[in-house]
């Protein structure tokens, strides 16, 4: 739950957001590789739960399982000095997002229908 406050008065000195969060689990995996003398490479896999149930998703919070693949290299031209290049792949899942919520200062304020494409 995300609570606001401020010295504000009136309708907008305090909102609360339910979230409904829950504990989440990461696990990644990497390795290195001596090619030869000059030469390492690089590799990783890392997958990402989300804490945010279907509920509770929202444009604030767009939060969707992830999957990371990673790759990398280096190459030292000498003890002090060393070329390392990476790249990273980040997989997730194409969700759309279709939300009519009311504001916690509603009826003041109402949001209106929200579309979105979450990637």
């Given at each position: 739950?995300i609570?606001k406050?401020?010295s ?5 000195k305090s909102?609360i957001?339910?979230l409904d969060?829950?504990?989440s689990w990461?696990?990644s995996?990497?390795?290195?590789w001596?090619?030869?003398d000059?030469?390492t490479?690089?590799?990783?896999l890392?997958i990402?739960?989300?804490p945010v149930?279907?509920s509770?998703r929202?444009?604030?919070v767009?939060?969707e ?14 003890d002090?000095?060393s070329?390392?290049v990476?790249?990273m792949?980040?997989k ?6 279709m939300s ?14 929200t579309?979105a494409l979450l990637i």
């Amino acid at each position: 739950m995300i609570q606001k406050g401020g010295s504000a008065s009136g309708p907008f000195k305090s909102s609360i957001e339910e979230l409904d969060w829950k504990d989440s689990w990461a696990y990644s995996v990497g390795a290195d590789w001596k090619a030869g003398d000059s030469l390492t490479l690089r590799a990783g896999l890392g997958i990402d739960k989300t804490p945010v149930s279907d509920s509770h998703r929202s444009v604030r919070v767009p939060s969707e399982d992830r999957t990371v693949l990673t790759v990398g290299l280096s190459y030292a031209i000498n003890d002090k000095m060393s070329i390392d290049v990476a790249y990273m792949f980040l997989k997730k899942k194409l969700r759309m997002l279709m939300s009519a919520k009311r504001t916690p200062m509603a009826p003041l304020l109402t949001v209106p229908t929200t579309k979105a494409l979450l990637i």
